[in-house]
T-cell receptor, first 112, second 110 residues
């Protein structure tokens, strides 16, 4: 299985809602990533998990809370988001740092 | 910032023509990668070239790397409508990061 899956594909939420994005891979990768991508811009790194531990948090607001329950799963918990948080959220995984990353299809998030 | 700059920002060509896009980066690297992204979808890894390599081929793709100029190019030969996508270069930094360039939006007209 060489696929990274993400659910849901689309999410619309109000500013007071709590929701979660989910990501799963079964390639035995030990690094997993969350990226945020605005339209016509490159992906911007948010978080990196290495061996299920948070290794990088790129100064992301606390309304985004990552979680890595096990080596195959990565969640992103969302709470009290702002309209400017609307974007495509991408999950990726890799065997290690600085090498090929495998991306999921993304979750298109709209915050009303 | 490690982020790469790509040019052109957008490129429109006829099917069958070649497409060339360029990437410049700012600091020393041990490899450079190219990714493709179809509209609103995830990125797909195309090719990785190491700092000690000058040129690499994969099917219709040819990548060059000039570390003295801190630049790379991606050539897609005999383009097809299915090649329409955004293309990003990416350079590793730190233990687990990739910084993505600004991207080139390629349109191949049938």
């Amino acid at each position: 299985d060489t696929e990274v899956t993400q659910t849901p594909k689309h999410l619309v939420m109000g500013m007071t809602n709590k929701k979660s994005l989910k990501c799963e891979q079964h390639m035995g990768h030990r690094a997993m990533y969350w990226y945020k991508q605005k339209a016509k811009k490159p992906p911007e790194l948010m978080f990196v998990y290495s061996y299920e531990k948070l290794s990088i948090n790129e100064s992301v607001p606390s309304r985004f809370s990552p979680e890595c329950p096990n080596s195959s799963l990565l969640n992103l918990h969302l709470h009290a988001l702002q309209p400017e948080d609307s974007a495509l959220y991408l999950c990726a995984s890799s065997h290690g740092g600085g090498i090929e990353q495998f991306f999921g299809p993304g979750t298109r998030l709209t915050v009303l | 910032s490690q982020q790469g700059e790509e040019d052109p920002q957008a490129l429109s060509i006829q099917e069958g023509e070649n497409a060339t896009m360029n990437c410049s980066y700012k600091t020393s690297i041990n490899n450079l990668q190219w990714y493709r992204q179809n509209s609103g979808r995830g990125l797909v890894h195309l090719i990785l070239i190491r700092s000690n390599e000058r040129e690499k081929h994969s099917g219709r793709l040819r990548v060059t790397l000039d570390t003295s100029k801190k630049s790379s190019s991606l050539l897609i030969t005999a383009s097809r409508a299915a090649d329409t996508a955004s293309y990003f270069c990416a350079t590793p930094t730190g233990a687990n990061n990739l910084f993505f360039g600004t991207g080139t939006r390629l349109t191949v007209i049938p």
